[in-house]
């Protein structure tokens, strides 16, 4: 089973194909046409009529060629070019021989003269005639053989840009969905080790809030696309259900504060963004101290960006000694990387008034979500 449907035929598609053959014989009649004119020979009519004809069944004889040469486009490109090149010999002999006849033998008095009828006569004049009209021919054909596998190599190439590409895009949707993923059970482990302790408590109230809320967050996170977008309304509806879970957990101690200008409500960030950013917080700026600790979460616009601060004024911020407070934010950086490049950053690192703050900046955008 392949990853991805086959990007159509290899090779030169018969479209392409047909316009480079008649290309090539319109440049033919109309440079032997030409020539004829300039070196005036009698009954013009006439020859072009034949000329006509010759290119035609010259038309044909190129197709058929295009025809068997098409067999070999799974073949290396070593064999396509000898085949090319060889196969264009007889092909080159077929035309030498219409002209041939097209011209010395349908009617042959019609362009007969004493010089051309003492030629005629000559030994194996038709075969000769024959032969070195083929020569040029092949190198006409060799020509057109060379064009084809140009064109080709080009439409190899392009398909197999296009099937990386889709590998691209498909590699990226896999680590986004990979990074989405990973938010998910740390933040589940967190709850659940919160919900064993107040069961253990008998804080039967209290637990069952948190159920309640939790199943809620889980129904409102997980119902959509890993690698959709979402509203910042919608995301920070999130944020309030796992905070109104952690509240449980430290009902005298949390605070929250929210401030979200309207314009920016309707702006499309990538789902969960804000969480492990939330669940720092709590871990590291609530959680280590027994006094009231605000988190605050704020938007603000400026151009085309997006700035999302998510701060609190906990004693205690996360130093270089606690590994574990990079490995959330590392992820959110990886998100943003992967969604927006360049333009999705993260900035963090305590705060001069004391606490801990963390800027995410990206793109606004209003579409796709």
Do not use: C
């Given at each position: 089973m392949t990853l991805f449907p086959d990007d159509g035929d290899?090779?030169?598609?018969?479209?392409?194909?047909?316009?480079?053959?008649?290309?090539?014989?319109?440049?033919?009649?109309?440079?032997?046409?030409?020539?004829?004119?300039?070196?005036?020979?009698?009954?013009?009519?006439?020859?072009?009529?034949?000329?006509?004809?010759?290119?035609?069944?010259?038309?044909?004889?190129?197709?058929?060629?295009?025809?068997?040469?098409?067999?070999?486009?799974?073949?290396?490109?070593?064999?396509?070019?000898?085949?090319?090149?060889?196969?264009?010999?007889?092909?080159?002999?077929?035309?030498?021989?219409?002209n041939y006849y097209m011209f010395n033998v349908y009617d042959p008095t019609m362009f007969a003269d004493a010089e051309m009828q003492k030629k005629a006569a000559e030994e194996h004049y038709a075969l000769i005639s024959i032969v070195e009209d083929a020569i040029s021919r092949f190198f006409f054909l060799s020509a057109w053989a060379g064009l084809y596998l140009a064109l080709s190599y080009a439409s190899e190439a392009r398909r197999v840009e296009r099937r990386a590409a889709r590998l691209e895009q498909a590699a990226q949707q896999a680590e986004l969905r990979s990074l989405r993923y990973q938010v998910n059970p740390h933040f589940l482990f967190n709850t659940l080790n919160s919900l064993s302790s107040l069961v253990m408590k008998d804080r039967r109230d209290e637990a069952e809030q948190m159920i309640m809320s939790l199943s809620n967050f889980y129904r409102t996170s997980l119902t959509g696309d890993p690698l959709d977008d979402v509203p910042l309304a919608e995301e920070v509806h999130l944020q309030k259900l796992y905070l109104d879970i952690e509240a449980v957990r430290f009902p005298d101690r949390l605070k929250t504060a929210i401030d979200i200008p309207p314009a920016l409500l309707n702006a499309c960030v990538p789902g969960l963004i804000l969480q492990p950013?939330?669940?720092?917080?709590?871990?590291?700026?609530?959680?280590?101290?027994?006094?009231?600790?605000?988190?605050?979460?704020?938007?603000?616009?400026?151009?085309?960006?997006?700035?999302?601060?998510?701060?609190?004024?906990?004693?205690?911020?996360?130093?270089?000694?606690?590994?574990?407070?990079?490995?959330?934010?590392?992820?959110?950086?990886?998100?943003?990387?992967?969604?927006?490049?360049?333009?999705?950053r993260i900035v963090y690192g305590p705060r001069e008034a004391g606490g801990f703050a963390v800027l995410l900046t990206l793109p606004i955008l209003r579409k796709g979500c």
């Open positions: 290899r090779g030169v598609s018969p479209a392409i194909a047909l316009y480079s053959i008649l290309g090539f014989w319109l440049f033919y009649t109309v440079l032997v046409s030409l020539r004829a004119a300039v070196v005036g020979f009698d009954s013009q009519m006439e020859m072009a009529a034949r000329r006509m004809v010759v290119a035609v069944i010259g038309i044909i004889i190129t197709w058929i060629l295009y025809l068997v040469l098409r067999r070999f486009d799974q073949r290396p490109l070593a064999l396509r070019v000898v085949a090319a090149f060889s196969l264009a010999a007889p092909f080159a002999l077929a035309m030498a021989a219409t950013v939330v669940e720092n917080a709590i871990k590291y700026g609530v959680s280590r101290t027994a006094q009231p600790v605000e988190i605050r979460i704020t938007a603000r616009e400026d151009g085309d960006l997006m700035h999302i601060n998510v701060t609190d004024d906990g004693p205690n911020p996360p130093g270089q000694g606690d590994g574990g407070s990079g490995i959330g934010l590392a992820n959110v950086r990886d998100r943003l990387t992967a969604r927006f490049g360049d333009r999705g």
